[in-house]
């Protein structure tokens, strides 16, 4: 593990959640709010989760935390490939790109103790990334910072990369008895 006194904080890792239970995105935020507790900024950058308004999208401004402190920057285009998305791979696909670039432009100017690469796993599963891209992004990420990973299927090269990785495993899930999606649950 890599270590610092950056900010007041003594940590300094590369994070993974993935599996196909749920809670990757909720685990991410947790460590935003763990870190914006302790007086540094965390922006989480959401490469697949399209427009809509989830809870976390109003939790800041809600509680008048500046958006330079805690951000969520929704970069996806939606659900590639189902709910009823028509647009072609290829436009996710720059959607990822630009989402990339957007991380390695934010990752030098060094304001953020910690970003949140949402659902960046799954960009890479669906191939509008390669886990190399990521990992050449990621390559010159400050060495006293936190950076976390997140998505089902994450591939084994981010794994061996980090120095923490959960999985996080379905055992029951209302879904799969017919339940919709429920505000402050899933989104």
């Given at each position: 593990m890599r270590a610092s006194r950056g900010h007041g904080i003594i940590c300094s890792m590369i994070i993974v959640?993935?599996?196909?239970?749920?809670?990757?995105?909720?685990?991410s935020l947790g460590q935003m709010v763990r870190v914006a507790g302790r007086g540094a900024a965390a922006l989480m950058i959401q490469f697949i989760k399209g427009p809509w308004i989830s809870g976390e999208d109003l939790f800041a401004e809600r509680y008048g935390i500046?958006?330079?402190?805690?951000?969520?920057?929704?970069?996806?285009?939606?659900?590639?490939?189902?709910?009823?998305?028509?647009?072609?791979?290829?436009?996710?696909?720059?959607?990822a790109r630009n989402a990339l670039a957007a991380f390695a432009a934010e990752a030098k100017a060094g304001a953020w103790h910690l970003i949140v690469l949402d659902e960046i796993n799954v960009a890479v599963s669906l191939g509008l990334l390669t886990a190399d891209d990521v990992l050449a992004a990621i390559a010159d990420y400050p060495k006293?910072?936190?950076?976390?990973?997140?998505?089902?299927?994450?591939?084994q090269e981010f794994i061996d990369a980090a120095d923490l990785a959960t999985e996080m495993r379905e055992i029951k899930h209302p879904f799969n008895a017919g339940a919709a999606a429920q505000p402050t649950i899933e989104f």
């Open positions: 959640f993935t599996g196909d239970g749920k809670g990757k995105t909720t685990a500046a958006p330079e402190r805690f951000a969520i920057r929704k970069t996806g285009l939606g659900f590639v490939g189902i709910l009823g998305d028509s647009l072609p791979m290829e436009t996710h696909r720059e959607a006293d910072r936190i950076l976390i990973l997140s998505g089902r299927g994450a591939p």
